[in-house]
Nanobody, 128 residues
């Protein structure tokens, strides 16, 4: 059973940057055709941030992060990254890595319901 392990969260000032990592332990990411990041702020539902196919041929982003965040993957390291630039206080949340075994359309990828594998989350706090 592959486990997803996030890292890289922390406290950063507004305008700063962080890079989150999602590593697959106990196996390989290659069987998960789509890997995504979601975030959840206190009192809010878990929301889509970005997704990538494992081949890297397609990436999707939430409108709120387009132009600021970049999702990428390193197949050799079984790791997916989320580079977050120009951070805002609204980005404060727990960030979760998620994976699914199928490809998805942009609409489908935004739904958390079909991701069967989740990490434990990493806290990102942006101070204003």
């Amino acid at each position: 059973q592959v486990q997803l392990v996030e890292s890289g969260g922390g406290l950063v000032q507004a305008g700063g940057s962080l890079r989150l990592s999602c590593a697959a332990s106990g196996g390989t990411f290659s069987r998960y055709r789509t890997v995504a990041w979601f975030h959840q702020a206190p009192g809010r539902e878990r929301a889509f941030v970005a997704a990538t196919t494992w081949s890297g041929s397609r990436q999707y982003y939430a409108d709120s992060v387009k132009g600021r965040f970049t999702i990428s993957r390193d197949n050799a390291k079984n790791t997916v990254y989320l580079q977050m630039n120009s951070l805002k206080s609204d980005d404060t949340a727990v960030y979760y890595c998620a994976a699914r075994t199928d490809y998805c359309s942009e609409v489908q990828c935004r739904s958390r319901n079909d991701y069967g594998y989740w990490g434990q989350g990493t806290q990102v706090t942006v101070s204003s």
